[in-house]
């Protein structure tokens, strides 16, 4: 299975700054996939990030809000921007694994917006 | 658009019963994934469905996948109040090698009372 660590595991933002999580693979991955939890609810997809190329957003989310980087095949990262406490989730980062059948994913980034 | 549908929400039930969960699915796909998730945690896989008729097992849970009907099913024999959290079914609709996104369903929160 990979190896998958997040940071921050959590924090406390004030409403209108930014938080830049990380995700960093033991592996090299094509895709890495990040996922938004809201209190309660099942995992929303936010984007596909491929290396060399702009993420791919679903629909309701947008790159000035949510950018994402992946400079290369272990690593991405996903801004929160702007933050509200609207934003206040659980974001998840997620690989496939290297049977191309699996997904794993990270511990999670517990973000809460006062 | 791909729609998982999870059945039920919400289940509580005594230990030593057997339960199932169902996941149903809107459209074809080869790959189906069960989760579990204690509060405030990750996701732990717990099974990847491949192919019609897929039956795994690990300890008091049971997965099966019946790609025709667009159906799997979580059962759950003789109940031990660890087993107590949330459970998701996820399907990947993308065909072939490699992983596309996956889409979730709500999710079951499973109680079980001793």
């Known amino acids: 299975s990979a190896v998958i660590s997040q940071k921050p595991s959590r924090d406390i933002c004030q409403r209108g700054t930014s938080l830049t999580i990380q995700c960093q693979v033991d592996?090299?991955?094509?895709?890495m996939f990040w996922y938004r939890q809201q209190p309660g609810q099942s995992l929303t997809l936010i984007a596909t990030a491929n290396q060399g190329s702009e993420a791919t957003y679903e629909s309701g989310f947008v790159i000035d809000k949510f950018p994402i980087s992946r400079p290369n095949l272990t690593f991405s990262t996903l801004t929160v921007s702007n933050m509200s406490p609207e934003d206040s989730s659980i974001y998840l980062c997620s690989v496939e694994g290297r049977l191309n059948t699996e997904a794993f994913f990270g511990q999670g980034t517990r973000l809460t917006v006062v | 658009e791909l729609k998982v549908e999870q059945n039920p929400l919400f289940l509580s039930m005594q230990e030593g019963k057997n339960y199932t969960i169902y996941c149903n699915y809107s459209?074809?796909?080869?790959?189906l994934y069960w989760y579990r998730q204690d509060p405030g945690k990750s996701l732990e896989s717990l099974f990847v469905?491949?192919?019609?008729?897929a039956v795994k097992q690990e300890g008091r849970l049971m997965a099966s996948l019946d790609t025709k009907a667009r159906l799997s099913t979580l059962h759950i024999t003789a109940a031990v109040h660890d087993l107590s959290a949330t459970y998701f079914c996820a399907v990947d609709p993308s065909a072939g090698l490699g992983h596309d996104k996956i889409i979730f369903g709500k999710g079951t929160r499973l109680h079980i009372l001793p």
């Open positions: 592996s090299q991955v094509t895709m």
């Open positions: 469905l491949l192919s019609n008729g």
């Open positions: 459209t074809t796909s080869d790959r």
